[in-house]
Structure formats: structure tokens, C-alpha cells
């Protein structure tokens, strides 16, 4: 399998992972109590796509073998993992799993950087793998544990 093949396979299986994935969070995520209490709906859904948006523009970059939007992308990402917006639990999981997504996106980062984009598009699946884990925490933890059937 060529090096573009092999890229071209992988940001297919992410952009579809993803998409699905940050759509069906946007619904599901609205109604932890922590993300009603830190955040209105809309505002959260609006951060969410914004996180979609740079998905996007690294996907863009790893099929057009553009770095530069690469990094772009994934330095969005990083930023946005760190923001106040981000932290929707203080659940020591949740916790777990953002600052493992924080360290895949700046990994993603630095592999755009270096101009590998080999390197780069295995990032790409290890930061989206990690923000489904997580997402899948949300929806089957944190939903779960915050509605009122569950008390």
C-alpha cells in the first residue's frame, strides 16, 4: 500500500469516526449536569463544531499532504483542550481521557511541524481515537450517572 493510500484509508476511517462521533455528542453531552452548569446549550454546541471545524482542517491537510493546515488544525484542537469550555466533569476519567486527547493534539502538532506526514496522519487516529473513547465516557458514564432515572 502506497504512503499516500495508506493516509488517504486512515483519514477516511477518521473523518467518518469523527463526524458521527462529535454530532452525536453535541446531542448527547447537553445533558450532563456539569455541561448544563458550566455551559448553555447552544454555547457548547457551538464550541463543539468549532472542534469539528479543525477536524476538518486536518483532514484537509492530511489528503492534500498540506502540513501547514495540518497544524493549523491541530493547534486549534490543543487550544481548545485546554480552555475552561473544555472541562465539562471533574470526574478523574474525563480527566484522564482529556489530558490524553491535550497530548495526542500536540504530538499531532509537532509531527505537522517536523513536515512528517506519515507521522502525522497516526497522530491524527491516536487524537481521534482518543476523543471517541472519551465522547463514549460521556455518553455511558457521565449521561447516565447525571439523569434522574439513574439516582
Not at 453535541?26 to 447552544?42: E, F, N, S, W, Y
Not at 482542517?57 to 475552561?84: F, H
Not at 482529556?98 to 509531527?111: G, I, P
Request: glycine share 4%; aromatic share 6%; hydrophobic share 45%.
Amino acid at each position: 500500500m502506497s504512503r499516500l493510500t495508506l493516509v488517504q484509508w486512515l483519514v477516511s476511517v477518521a473523518l467518518v469516526a469523527t463526524a458521527g462521533l462529535v454530532f452525536q455528542t453535541v446531542r448527547a453531552g447537553d445533558d450532563t449536569k456539569a455541561a448544563k452548569a458550566k455551559l448553555p446549550k447552544q454555547e457548547l454546541s457551538d464550541f463543539m463544531h468549532r472542534k469539528l471545524d479543525a477536524s476538518n482542517k486536518i483532514l484537509e491537510g492530511l489528503v492534500t499532504e498540506d502540513t501547514d493546515l495540518v497544524r493549523e488544525g491541530a493547534e486549534v484542537l490543543a487550544q481548545m483542550s485546554a480552555a475552561e469550555k473544555w472541562q465539562v466533569s471533574n470526574n478523574v476519567m474525563y480527566l484522564q481521557f482529556s489530558k490524553e486527547f491535550q497530548r495526542n493534539a500536540e504530538k499531532l502538532v509537532d509531527a505537522a511541524k517536523e513536515k512528517n506526514l506519515d507521522r502525522a496522519a497516526l497522530r491524527w487516529m491516536d487524537t481521534t481515537m482518543s476523543c471517541i473513547e472519551c465522547h463514549r465516557f460521556v455518553r455511558n458514564e457521565l449521561v447516565v450517572q447525571g439523569s434522574p432515572s439513574a439516582k
